[in-house]
């Protein structure tokens, strides 16, 4: 796999992965006013203009299908979605590292706004809901969401063994090999294991 920054080019899969997510998943959770809002949200111009600004990320298979993608705006995450055939095999707390790395080399705290579906992921990856936000969509249904936060000071250790250093493919991608290979070198914290030199 590899995750690397968006461009305009990406931007018609970007959007189709987005709303076929929103629209598989959401109905699940809340009512088809709510889910409409997120996919309004989600406008292909809105993703266009995070792209050109340089905030949108990707995570694409070795064959360049892009599987998930998440943006980063100082330090609020959003946008984080990944295709639902992939869903539950790490793909959505590796591209939540990689955001958290982002942010970590500016700001000590990043922020999202959790959807229902999310916000189990969210938890488990430390974040705390510190607030809720109201968005008010079509037939007077209101949407209530939780503003979550988590301290990246909290997870040092972590974000610098998540960026130690990269090998990139030809297109400018990380190598998951590569990292995968890191990984099996180093201990728990962060250490050199003694049998690799």
Same mark, same amino acid.
């Given at each position: %796999?590899?995750?690397?920054?968006? @461009?305009?080019?990406?931007?018609? *899969?970007? !959007? @189709?992965? #987005?709303?076929?997510?929103?629209? $598989?998943?959401? /109905?699940?959770? !809340?009512?088809? @006013?709510? #889910?409409? %809002?997120f996919t309004e949200f989600h406008s292909k111009e809105s993703i266009a203009k995070d792209i050109e600004q340089g905030k949108s990320y990707l995570l694409k298979l070795d064959d360049d299908t892009i599987i998930g993608t998440g943006t980063a705006s100082e330090n609020h995450i959003t946008r984080v979605y990944v295709l639902p055939e992939y869903q539950g095999q790490g793909s959505g707390t590796y591209i939540m590292q990689q955001? @958290?790395?982002?942010?970590?080399?500016?700001? =000590?705290?990043?922020?999202?706004?959790? =959807? +229902? /579906?999310?916000?189990?992921?969210?938890?488990? +990856?430390?974040?705390? $809901? #510190? *607030?809720?936000?109201i968005w008010n969509c079509a037939n007077d249904v209101i949407q209530v969401y939780e503003i979550m936060e988590k301290d990246l000071r909290d997870d040092v250790i972590t974000n610098l063994r998540l960026r130690p250093y990269k090998t990139y493919d030809r297109n400018g991608g990380v190598s998951m090999n590569h990292l995968e290979n890191y990984y099996s070198n180093y201990d728990e914290e962060g250490r050199l294991l003694s049998n690799h030199g």
């Open positions: %796999m590899k995750y690397q920054k968006a @461009e305009l080019t990406d931007l018609d *899969n970007i !959007y @189709e992965l #987005v709303q076929k997510t929103i629209r $598989t998943i959401y /109905p699940r959770y !809340y009512l088809k @006013e709510i #889910v409409d %809002m955001l @958290e790395a982002t942010i970590a080399e500016k700001y =000590s705290k990043a922020e999202i706004d959790a =959807s +229902l /579906p999310a916000c189990k992921l969210y938890a488990k +990856l430390g974040y705390k $809901t #510190v *607030n809720h936000g």
